[in-house]
């Protein structure tokens, strides 16, 4: 054993008291942060280069970020920040990859250089852990993978998912991170070749981001902190701005790179946000707007990709009459746009409001015009909308009616002189630019196309009430009609088509529009009892599918094809047959029409029972494990006095609202009402509403504690959209004391 004078002087200095109690005085003034180097504790450096008197090897400790030594430190500093029974334990252990290899594999390898690989033969002994070969192997193939990702990035600060060529290098990135105090001399080496960050005492998020402020720097210059980072995207800007003021309290590494960025201690003291104040964006906002107003008019022309003057007007507006559709814009905002225009977010569509500011346009340049003379001096896209507007005056709402007055359109006026050519009128209607879509029961007018309307199927006519669209509507009828003598029925198809006509799509229309009338809670549109004479389910309250398997049954039965012994039912295992068995199955959950339909056809209660046979009946009461489960539910709502429970409510001990979320999933699946359902209704009424389940929870809570602020907000919004609300949630409201014009 040799004994080194400077292995002594080194192992002397790092257990000398003195010296440690001043290098936890210098780690105390890094504010908790690991040294990135041996650079940050000098005190350490300087004691080294005199017990060793080599005055050169400060520049190469400066620089050292692995190895013994740097281990220590990193491990001392731990220590001193957060003391415990393993610091002295860890702060002396010396990693195997920092151990020298046995002399013997230095040997082997050097014969095997100089025989020329004569001695290959003869196996290499077995080399200690952390010199192991395979593992060598292993990190020159991830750092491939590190060369090309830094190449193409000009960093490796990896997330934990990036992946390059197929290969996990984010996750292969994290193992050198993890183990960078044992890991050999030689790979440390080769990562910093590529990154001299690849490894940091900071957030790897923070390292990244820093790249990106520097590509920004590289093709714009450095930044500048007091006029608030200009040129820099909003998101780079916030983080620039966030490092200012935490520049104090930065590694001191850290702030050496900020330095490279242009961002010094000065510069981070008297740095100003990227982002400006939200009261001073809204004036400069405003002032937009009231330019624009005072140029055309009004805000009616502002759309969403209006730019006025470099400033986005109308992305600004559009995000405001948003805010204001769902309740969310502030009275004062809400005034400051009235004052600048009365209508800029009017409850009609906005296409109406253009169209109506057009035709004041026209109306001053022209000087007026006579109502009669259809105003002859106006162009014609005008005198079109105003033509559309008389004959569809009645379906317009008050506010649109106060501003047809000031074009000379009264009511008088519109019902008098309504031009008689309407046919033409509305195909030049349909033609006019800026003027929304017509629809047969005024929605269109209003500003509320529905979605039907929208997305129109190609071929379908809009006919329905209005006089102009009653000649298309007897032709689509007289289609329907032929369908139906044909085959008995309008159950048809979305694709049929009857002579070249899209009946099929036409009835699909049909039926979405009656929907959502009932939806509304308006009563059905006359015209269609036209379609309920030829065929009674035309728009049945379940799937059109059961329908059109109905009527194939029907069919085959009058035809006398396929019947068995019991009842004269279609048997096999086609389709039919399968469907007819499902019926005798689930009959007892069938609508009440349903069954009515199905008993004109043999099938009746008795005739199911027998059909299906005790062998694969289902039983169609209630299981005792649903009696066991639905207890809880009676004990909930008696407590309660409703089912609205949510989903991560318990119920003495019983998870009362998952429980409940799975029977409206399977309630919404069937076609009909389950025994299990029905028993849930007499229990809440309004256990599975049509609505959305957080509507119920606000009634509910709105209900049992009306004094809140919560429940406040909730009323008034409810008040807000009032002509929206299903008529049953109307009642609920009268049910709690809140109507049209009365709060709690």
């Not at 109690?21 to 105390?28: L, N």
């Not at 009959?587 to 099938?603: F, K, N, P, R, T």
């Not at 929206?724 to 809140?738: C, S, T």
Request: charged share 25%; with cysteine; aromatic share 8%.
């Amino acid at each position: 054993m040799v004994t080194y004078p400077e292995t002594v002087a080194v192992a002397g200095m790092l257990v000398d008291q003195m010296m440690r109690r001043r290098i936890a005085i210098q780690v105390r003034g890094l504010r908790g942060h690991l040294p990135f180097c041996l650079g940050d504790l000098p005190v350490l450096i300087g004691e080294l280069v005199r017990c060793l008197r080599r005055p050169w090897l400060a520049d190469r400790l400066t620089l050292c970020v692995d190895g013994p030594l740097f281990a220590w430190a990193h491990q001392y500093c731990k220590a001193v920040e957060v003391p415990d029974g393993d610091g002295q334990r860890l702060l002396w252990k010396i990693h195997s990859a920092h151990r020298p290899g046995p002399l013997a594999d230095e040997l082997a390898q050097y014969l095997q250089e100089v025989t020329g690989g004569e001695a290959a033969e003869a196996p290499l002994p077995k080399r200690r852990r952390g010199h192991s070969r395979q593992a060598d192997e292993a990190f020159e193939a991830g750092l491939t993978r590190a060369r090309a990702y830094a190449a193409a990035r000009g960093h490796l600060a990896t997330r934990a998912d990036t992946l390059q060529d197929g290969f996990p290098l984010g996750a292969w990135m994290t193992n050198p991170r993890m183990l960078r105090l044992g890991m050999p001399a030689w790979r440390g080496a080769a990562l910093r070749a590529l990154d001299p960050y690849w490894d940091t005492p900071w957030p790897t998020l923070w390292q990244r981001t820093y790249h990106q402020a520097k590509c920004h720097v590289a093709e714009q210059g450095p930044v500048d902190a007091r006029g608030g980072f200009p040129g820099t995207g909003l998101s780079l800007g916030e983080w620039l701005y966030l490092q200012c003021t935490r520049y104090p309290d930065l590694h001191p590494e850290q702030q050496r790179l900020l330095v490279r960025l242009g961002i010094d201690a000065a510069a981070a003291r008297d740095a100003r946000p990227r982002r400006r104040s939200q009261r001073a964006g809204e004036k400069e906002a405003l002032a937009h707007a009231r330019v624009w107003a005072s140029e055309y008019g009004s805000l009616a022309g502002v759309s969403v990709s209006t730019v006025h003057e470099g400033y986005p007007l109308g992305r600004w507006l559009s995000d405001r009459r948003g805010q204001m559709g769902r309740g969310v814009l502030s009275p004062g905002r809400a005034e400051a746009l009235t004052r600048i225009d009365p209508w800029w977010r009017p409850p009609w569509h906005l296409r109406w409001q253009r169209s109506y500011e057009h035709a004041c346009q026209q109306l001053q340049q022209v000087g007026g015009g006579e109502l009669a003379a259809g105003f002859p001096l106006m162009d014609r896209p005008a005198q079109e909308w105003l033509r559309l507007q008389q004959r569809r005056y009645h379906l317009l709402q008050p506010g649109q009616h106060d501003l047809l007055g000031r074009l000379g359109l009264k009511p008088e006026t519109a019902i008098a002189e309504a031009p008689a050519d309407t046919a033409s009128a509305s195909a030049a209607a349909v033609r006019s630019p800026g003027d929304p879509q017509t629809d047969e029961e005024g929605a269109g007018a209003v500003g509320s196309l529905p979605a039907v309307a929208q997305h129109r199927p190609l071929g379908v006519p809009r006919v329905g009430q209005r006089p102009d669209h009653r000649a298309r509507f007897d032709s689509a009828l007289a289609h329907a009609r032929a369908w139906a003598d044909v085959h008995g029925h309008l159950a048809v198809p979305r694709d049929t088509r009857q002579s070249g006509f899209a009946l099929g799509a036409w009835l699909f229309s049909q039926r979405n529009r009656a929907k959502q009338r009932a939806r509304q809670g308006k009563p059905a549109s006359p015209h269609l009892g036209q379609l309920a004479a030829i065929d009674p389910w035309w728009n049945p309250p379940w799937d059109l599918h059961w329908q059109r398997n109905y009527y194939r049954a029907r069919d085959h039965m009058r035809a006398g094809r396929g019947a068995d012994t019991v009842g004269g039912l279609p048997v096999g295992k086609d389709a039919l047959g399968i469907w007819v068995k499902r019926q005798c199955t689930l009959y007892d959950s069938l609508h009440a029409d349903q069954q009515h339909l199905l008993a004109a056809i043999g099938i009746t209660r008795g005739t199911a029972r027998a059909r299906v046979g005790p062998r694969d009946s289902r039983r169609l009461t209630t299981t005792p494990r649903f009696d066991t489960d639905v207890a809880h539910a009676r004990s909930y709502a008696a407590r309660y006095g409703h089912l609205a429970a949510r989903s991560s409510e318990e119920h003495e001990g019983f998870p009362i609202g998952r429980w409940l979320a799975e029977h409206r999933q399977r309630a919404r699946k069937r076609n009909g009402t389950s025994p299990q359902a029905r028993v849930l209704a007499d229990l809440d009424p309004w256990w599975n509403p049509p609505w959305p389940m957080r509507w119920q929870y606000a009634y509910h809570h709105a209900r049992t504690h009306p004094d809140t602020p919560r429940a406040t907000r909730w009323i008034t919004a409810q008040h807000r959209a009032w002509s929206l609300l299903h008529p049953d949630q109307l009642q609920l409201l009268a049910a709690i004391g809140i109507s049209a014009d009365r709060q709690l």
